[in-house]
């Protein structure tokens, strides 16, 4: 059951719409690939929606008690949001990636600021610059030197930051 200013998802789809690399039933969805059961508006297949990852992802602008401002849905701010996707030296880690290309510079401004103001570093993806939407992503990190040299490092071998 619903709490009375609990924020509401739709009618965005960001999340199954793509912008958010899931696989839902075998089926991948990534950036240029929506979830077969996406209608754009909402779900197809709704009553069936499979556990996880569906009926437990939640963006960040949703969750209970969110500190991201009402502008930031996902459908508006054109970025979802996910809070403490990894950990690095016992810090949460929070990932922004973009609905589109790139996260708009007043989304990532304000994630910017939050992640100073709360010590807790950032990845933000975008897409390359050849105007083609891509499974595979640039990652940019946010904060102390440290954390940058450790996830460019990471990336340059082809690792991934989290599971």
Not at 27 to 49: E, M, Q
Not at 53 to 77: H, Q, T, Y
Request: glycine share 8%; with cysteine; net charge positive.
């Amino acid at each position: 059951m619903n709490k009375p200013n609990a924020r509401q998802c739709q009618p965005c789809t960001a999340c199954c719409d793509g912008w958010v690399q899931m696989n839902i039933r075998g089926a991948d969805v990534y950036p240029g690939c929506a979830c077969p059961h996406s209608t754009g508006k909402g779900c197809n297949d709704y009553a069936n929606r499979p556990i996880d990852p569906c009926d437990n992802f939640n963006c960040g602008w949703v969750i209970p008690s969110s500190p991201l401002p009402e502008w930031m849905k996902p459908r508006d701010a054109k970025v979802v949001v996910l809070f403490n996707k990894f950990q690095w030296q016992g810090l949460p880690v929070d990932l922004a990636t973009p609905v589109g290309k790139r996260i708009p510079p007043r989304a990532l401004n304000w994630l910017k600021q939050f992640a100073e103001q709360q010590g807790r570093p950032l990845v933000y993806l975008e897409q390359d610059g050849d105007g083609k939407l891509r499974r595979e992503q640039q990652a940019i990190a946010y904060g102390p030197p440290a954390f940058q040299q450790e996830v460019a490092a990471k990336m340059a071998q082809g690792q991934r930051l989290w599971v």
